[in-house]
């Protein structure tokens, strides 16, 4: 984990190993604080307080989430006192995906999957989800909500669902820095769990449109515009590409293990491709954009088609 200096007042947080539950967080330095997203368990939340330490003493006033997913939620026990924003369908979500207990069980009672075996370990390297305690948001919004320091706008927008049914970026114009939560991947291919590409590109598009100098993605290096783009580039041509193996009757889980990715060739968790296929799949034949995942299916899916790809087995 690494502190980089985006801006006057803005800070990233980067967790480099890029993998699952890597996720970045932001810090803006001004009014006692905003902090967005509280990192995958207490320690790594700690770790972050710690970097930012020599920056502000102080406790931050606000803490954005933004959307339900662990890896942006599990610290947030550590900010009882902050005033905890995320859009209003973050909590009820956050107690069906981000529950300890539920995602304590599939790891605990299916260690004869292969997937699941393999992801347990990984995050037993870094990660301890033993002592979480589920802190919901106490402030909800619905459409966009500022937050006004010291007359500095701090813009919260909803563009979801993309990545997730709660995804919100944190957009402060005057400094022109946009935290884009996991609606923006760098270095890494990303995972989708609810919504469209329709609406993925759209909400992409919007973010190029305000003009950031910086963007710091949920996950991998900072980058600006231009990567933004980049990333858009890279779901349209895993969609592109998708639809030619679907037109020819070949399944989902055969697709990722064939998958050309060009000049994203390099981009970690190829294996993860299974996921950005099988949603493009499930588009092209009108099933709902909710519809739910089997875990242990689903990471099954990864291992297998790392091993086919002759890629590390990492999630």
């Not at 890597?22 to 700690?46: E, K, M, W, Y």
């Not at 589920?134 to 909500?145: G, M």
């Not at 689903?298 to 297998?304: E, R, T």
Request: proline share 5%; aromatic share 10%.
């Amino acid at each position: 984990m690494k502190l980089q200096k985006i801006s006057k007042s803005c800070y990233a947080i980067i967790n480099e190993k890029n993998r699952m539950c890597d996720a970045n967080s932001g810090f803006i330095n001004l009014g006692g604080g905003v902090l967005i997203d509280t990192q995958s368990d207490t320690r790594h939340a700690q770790m972050m307080m710690d970097l930012l330490s020599p920056i502000s003493k102080e406790h931050p006033k606000f803490i954005v989430n933004t959307h339900e997913d662990c890896d942006h939620v599990f610290g947030n026990q550590l900010f009882r006192n902050s005033e905890i924003i995320a859009h209003k369908s973050v909590p009820e979500r956050m107690k069906l995906v981000a529950n300890p207990e539920h995602m304590k069980a599939p790891l605990e009672n299916d260690k004869n999957n292969p997937g699941l075996k393999a992801v347990q370990k990984q995050l037993a390297e870094d990660y301890n989800f033993n002592d979480i305690e589920l802190v919901l948001p106490t402030k909800l919004f619905d459409k966009q909500y500022t937050i006004d320091i010291e007359g500095n706008n701090i813009e919260l927008i909803y563009v979801g669902p993309c990545h997730q049914v709660g995804d919100t970026i944190v957009y402060f114009p005057k400094e022109k820095v946009v935290f884009a939560g996991d609606v923006v991947f760098q270095n890494s291919i990303p995972v989708g769990w609810v919504g469209s590409y329709k609406n993925w590109f759209k909400c992409l598009d919007y973010i190029i449109s305000l003009d950031p100098d910086v963007v710091v993605p949920g996950h991998g290096p900072i980058c600006n515009k231009q990567g933004v783009l980049n990333f858009k580039n890279l779901l349209k041509h895993i969609l592109t590409e998708s639809k030619k193996y679907y037109d020819q009757g070949i399944s989902s889980v055969e697709a990722a293990k064939h998958i050309d990715f060009k000049e994203y060739k390099d981009w970690k968790g190829a294996n993860r491709a299974y996921m950005c296929i099988e949603r493009a799949y499930r588009e092209f034949s009108e099933m709902p954009e909710d519809t739910p995942w089997s875990i242990t299916e689903l990471f099954d899916i990864f291992y297998d088609t790392a091993k086919s790809r002759n890629i590390d087995i990492e999630f």
